[in-house]
């Protein structure tokens, strides 16, 4: 009995930390010129909404001619932020870049 209530712990355990993490996708503002792009992209559902998230943690980011994805885990709350937009023109993706900014 000892090592199944131990086992129901852990359980338990992965149930609540699988319900606590969502994938939210971004709130975002996009401006889209002849020869850049630019994205503020907030980690939060709505841009009015307030932010729970201040820094997130294994980002991944893909730029291709015609779309920007983004992928990362929440440091403070275990939720995935995600975006995906496809840009109005086709822009050279070996040319572009990207950085972390605050506000």
């Given amino acids: 009995t000892e090592i199944r209530d131990g086992a129901g ?3 338990s355990l992965l149930r609540q ?3 606590d993490e969502a994938t939210i996708s971004c709130a975002v503002q996009w401006a889209q010129g002849e020869s850049s792009v630019h994205l503020n992209v907030k980690f939060a559902a709505r841009l009015d909404a307030p932010v729970t998230v201040l820094n997130v943690d294994n980002e991944e980011v893909s730029i291709n001619a015609s779309h920007v ?3 990362g885990l929440g440091r403070q709350k275990p939720k995935v932020y995600t975006l995906n937009i496809e840009l109005f ?3 050279d993706a070996a040319a572009s870049n990207w950085s972390f900014g605050s506000v």
């Fill in 9 to 11: 712990s852990v359980l």
């Fill in 17 to 19: 930390t699988s319900l």
């Fill in 69 to 71: 994805t983004f992928r």
């Fill in 89 to 91: 023109g086709e822009v």
